[in-house]
């Protein structure tokens, strides 16, 4: 199995977009005490979340959860050091036969390629696993479109609500008027409620969809790429061409 780490650079996109915030509030004269509302957090997240709920059945929900794994990770897989396995596997069915690359299983890390090396070896006619194999692409590729959707639709929902709890922040204003002690928390939530709607929506909710697409893009790129591999090593072509093959899904884009 591919092991995956903590992206630093989506980290690090997230202390920029919101110490900015914060150092251009101190740079105002404010405190960091003006942009922490309870009330305004509860009212713009707790809202959001509703609307979520409501827009969304649990399993989407619950993809949208995994689908941080995606964001938030990278991997070490090296798209160089996988063609680098697959012209070896060629190699090896080409001296040896393709029966002999079931003892190089065990030592696949990229659990897609080992399960099409599997079905090579198991006999599977080439047009049964590029179909099998095309399927689980899709189905991936469909899980990830859905996650992405559900963080931009918060995104959508958050300013809107943000809204709201502006408004409820200006009738509190309003409903004390006489009570000069009671404006400025009042307005403070209202102005905070903003924020923290159209914060969150263009520094978390829509970046992490649309890097979920991303991500996803690279690795079925590098799932396209094994599938052409699988197929090179089943009909034993030149490992000279299937290199060129295979080197034409990375130019550029050295994971």
Excluded: C, W
């Excluded at 009570?179 to 520094?203: C, D, R």
């Excluded at 197929?231 to 884009?253: C, W």
């Amino acid at each position: 199995m591919t092991k995956t780490f903590l992206d630093p650079f989506i980290i690090f996109g997230l202390l920029i977009g919101i110490s900015s915030i914060v150092v251009g509030n101190f740079v105002e004269g404010g405190t960091t005490a003006h942009l922490v509302q309870l009330a305004a957090a509860l009212i713009v997240f707790g809202g959001t979340f509703g609307a979520i709920v409501v827009s969304f059945p649990f399993l989407d929900l619950f993809i949208a959860v995994k689908g941080l794994k995606i964001a938030f990770s990278t991997n070490n897989q090296s798209v160089r050091l996988l063609i680098e396995k697959i012209i070896n596997l060629l190699v090896i069915a080409r001296k040896q036969g393709l029966m002999a690359l079931e003892n190089e299983i065990p030592n696949i890390s990229d659990d897609f390629l080992a399960k099409g090396v599997r079905m090579i070896v198991d006999g599977y006619d080439f047009e049964i696993i590029r179909n099998s194999l095309y399927r689980e692409i899709r189905n991936y590729e469909e899980t990830v479109k859905i996650a992405s959707k559900v963080y931009t639709a918060a995104g959508g929902y958050a300013p809107t609500i943000g809204i709201i709890g502006a408004v409820l922040g200006l009738i509190y204003v309003l409903q004390n008027v006489t009570e000069p002690s009671k404006i400025g928390s009042g307005i403070a939530t209202a102005f905070v409620a903003t924020i923290y709607g159209v914060g969150s929506a263009n520094l978390i909710f829509i970046p992490i969809g649309n890097r979920i697409i991303q991500k996803a893009k690279d690795n079925i790129r590098i799932k396209l790429l094994i599938l052409e591999g699988l197929n090179g090593i089943e009909k034993g072509v030149n490992p000279h061409i299937l290199r060129t093959v295979l080197e034409s899904f990375s130019e550029g884009r050295e994971l």
